[in-house]
Structures are given as structure tokens and as C-alpha cells.
Nanobody, 123 residues
Framework: QVRLVESGGGLVQPGGSRRLSCEASGLALDEYAIGWFRQAPGKDREVILCARIDDGTEYFADSVKDRFTISKDKAKGTVYLQMNSLNFEDTAVYYC????????????????WGQGTQVTVAS
């Protein structure tokens, strides 16, 4: 049974940093790309970046390109999202999702989803 569990959300001040975790069980990070999505209040869910199976990162949102990075611990089956220089527009529920082989922009192709973790940027 595949399960994705996000953690690490919370309240952070503008300009601060936060690291989210996505613990994946029941699948191999060598086979599944892990996308990070977010949904801000009143907005559609959007993909922001994705951990490729070759350990590279594919960015889908220009707004995070210089601030967010991904890393993996394959032994733990965990993908980390490091978020720096956070601003109010980063407030959202953050989700990780798994797709076979290749990162994708469309949320519909992702097979497995976590429950989400709330990140609130406020002073």
C-alpha cells in the first residue's frame, strides 16, 4: 500500500525558512517522481516543483525557483522541500504527490497524494 505523509508545516515569519518532509512508503523514489503542490486560499492547486527520479529538480513555478530546493533521503524514503525567503504569497496547504517515472505539470497524472500540510507566513 502506497502512502505519502507530509510534515513540517506551521507558522513562519516573512523572510524565514521552513523545511517540509514527504515520507513515501510502498513505492521507490527511483521509480516515482515526487511533485510538490500548493493550494493558497481561494486559488487552484498548482505544482511548484518536482523531484525527478534522476535526483534532479524540475521547477514549474518561477516564483519559487531561487528560493525552494528539493533533496532526497532514499534510505528513509523521504523527499524534503526546503523553503527560504518565505513571503505572504507562500501561505498555502502544501502537498506532495507521486507520479510514475516523469514529473508532470498536470495534477491529474499523479497517482498518489499526501494529506497536505499548512504553511502560514505571517508577522
Amino acid at each position: 500500500q502506497v502512502r505519502l505523509v507530509e510534515s513540517g508545516g506551521g507558522l513562519v515569519q516573512p523572510g524565514g525558512s521552513r523545511r517540509l518532509s514527504c515520507e513515501a512508503s510502498g513505492l521507490a523514489l527511483d521509480e516515482y517522481a515526487i511533485g510538490w503542490f500548493r493550494q493558497a486560499p481561494g486559488k487552484d492547486r498548482e505544482v511548484i516543483l518536482c523531484a525527478r527520479i534522476d535526483d534532479g529538480t524540475e521547477y514549474f513555478a518561477d516564483s519559487v525557483k531561487d528560493r525552494f530546493t528539493i533533496s532526497k533521503d532514499k534510505a528513509k524514503g523521504t523527499v524534503y522541500l526546503q523553503m527560504n525567503s518565505l513571503n505572504f504569497e507562500d501561505t498555502a496547504v502544501y502537498y506532495c504527490a507521486a507520479v510514475l517515472i516523469e514529473c508532470a505539470r498536470r495534477s491529474g497524472v499523479y497517482e498518489y497524494w499526501g494529506q497536505g500540510t499548512q504553511v502560514t507566513v505571517a508577522s
